[in-house]
């Protein structure tokens, strides 16, 4: 069935430098995009979202690019600290959908 | 409250009891969904209320499973007879009108079914 997956479930990075974290997915029929981050023990936190008529937005340290053509979206963390660890997982909306559609997420870890 | 809540935030249930989970949306928010999320994996949608109306039921996995939201307001959902496979953490969420808006999550009931 349709989607959303990531590419690596883990992402190592050094403090201080930018973590890009990459999703697919495959409902042509989505439109709206959205990254949440889990720290453990707690619920989805809101990162950024976008809809599929931009293709770049950005916020405080994160950006999201969109690419409808290859169906891929990335989250870019400027500046990771070690706050930033945590999985973040993308999620589709739209398509008739009324819930949101997960990916299984990447652990981001930051070595100091 | 400033957040979703939710209530218990641990359960444990022995096979075959029946459990009944809480969730206080975000005052004034329209919309509210409830997710579950297995170890390891990323949440799936179970339902979705607009106002006391479910309007989608289509991730319920099973009629054990059953959910109610009867004032607007709060939701409980409530399992029936629970089985193992149902050990998972349930994640609600509210919007403020559609559900193609953000969602905002609570911190989530884990149950443990033994």
């Known amino acids: 069935g349709e989607s959303v997956g990531l590419h690596l479930p883990t992402l190592s990075v050094q403090e201080g430098d930018n973590s890009i974290i990459n999703c697919a997915y495959s409902?042509?029929?989505?439109?709206?995009f959205i990254w949440y981050k889990q720290e453990s023990g707690k619920g989805p936190q809101f990162i950024i979202d976008i809809r599929s008529n931009m293709d770049k937005r950005q916020g405080q340290r994160v950006t999201v690019l969109l690419n409808k053509t290859v169906k891929h979206l990335s989250l870019q963390i400027a500046a990771t600290q070690p706050g930033d660890s945590a999985v973040y997982f993308c999620a589709e909306s739209g398509g008739g959908a009324d819930g949101l559609t997960f990916g299984k997420g990447t652990h981001l870890i930051i070595q100091p | 409250g400033a957040g979703v809540s939710q209530s218990p935030r641990y359960k444990v249930a022995k096979r075959g009891q029946d459990v009944a989970l809480r969730c206080d949306p975000i005052?004034?928010?329209?919309?509210l969904f409830w997710y579950q999320q297995a170890l390891g994996q990323g949440p799936e949608f179970l339902t979705y209320?607009?106002?006391?109306?479910?309007?989608?039921k289509s991730g319920l996995p099973s009629d054990r499973f059953f959910a109610e939201r009867p004032e607007g307001s709060v939701s409980t959902l409530k399992i029936q007879r629970t089985q193992q496979e149902d050990s998972a953490v349930y994640l609600c969420?509210?919007?403020?009108?559609?559900?193609?808006?953000?969602?905002?999550f609570g911190p989530g009931t884990r149950l443990l079914v033994l």
């Open positions: 409902n042509s029929a989505s439109d709206y």
């Open positions: 969420a509210s919007s403020f009108l559609g559900a193609q808006e953000t969602q905002y």
């Open positions: 209320f607009q106002n006391e109306a479910q309007l989608d």
């Open positions: 005052s004034g928010h329209v919309s």
